[in-house]
Every structure is written in C-alpha cells, then in structure tokens.
Nanobody, 126 residues
C-alpha cells in the first residue's frame, strides 16, 4: 500500500517563499511520477507541478511557472521524497496542496493519479 505524507505548509506573506515536502512510501514508488495539485475553496483541483521518476523531466502550470521548482530524491530511495519550492507567493496561491503519485510518466490530470496525500494548507496573506 502506497502512502503519501505532505508537510511544509503554513502562513506566509505575499512575496515570501515556502518549501513543501512529500514522502511516498510503499512498493516501487521510486519508479513513479509524482506531482503537486492544489485546491482553493470553491474551485476545482488544479495541477501545479510534476516530476518524472528520476527528476529528468519537470512540468509546471502557467500559474507557478518561473517562480517554482520541483525536485525529488535520487531514484532508489524509499520513501521517495518530492519537494515543491514556491517563491514570490501570491494571494491566489492560497490553497490546500496535495501530493500525488502514479505509475509511469507524470500527468497533469488528477484522475490519472493512483494515490494521494491528505494535503497541506498554504495561506498567503497581504
């Protein structure tokens, strides 16, 4: 059974930075694509960033591109860990951030993911 645990959320002023972490444990997670999604009140869940199994390919939504990075621990590490560094945070970045994992290449579509974490709240204040 694959389990994911996010951490690193909290309160931050606009313009600040946060680093979110996700630890994925379970069979064969080291070869899986991992991603971050977020959901704000009253809005649908949206893709934020994703990374393939060895960190060689990364993907970002237009909303965070240029001010965020995604990275992960070396292949073979179990639990596998993925990090989302977000800079120049904006009020609209306020959301619950979810880590997700799937077999094979990462996807920007939430329903393609097999396992999800519980989420971590990020609140950006002015």
């Amino acid at each position: 059974q694959v389990q994911l645990m996010e951490s690193g959320g909290g309160w931050v002023q606009a313009g600040g930075s946060l680093r979110l972490s996700c630890a994925a444990s379970g069979p064969t997670v080291t070869s899986h694509g991992m991603a971050w999604f977020r959901q704000s009140p009253g809005k649908e869940r949206e893709f934020v960033a994703a990374i393939n199994w060895n960190g060689g390919r990364t993907y970002f939504s237009d909303a965070v591109k240029g001010r965020s990075t995604i990275s992960r621990t070396d292949p073979g590490n179990n639990p596998a860990k993925v990090y989302l560094q977000m800079n120049s945070l904006k009020l609209e970045d306020t959301a619950i951030y979810y880590c997700a994992i799937r077999r094979g290449e990462p996807s920007q579509v939430g329903r393609d993911y097999h396992y999800w974490g519980q989420g971590t709240q990020v609140t950006v204040s002015s």
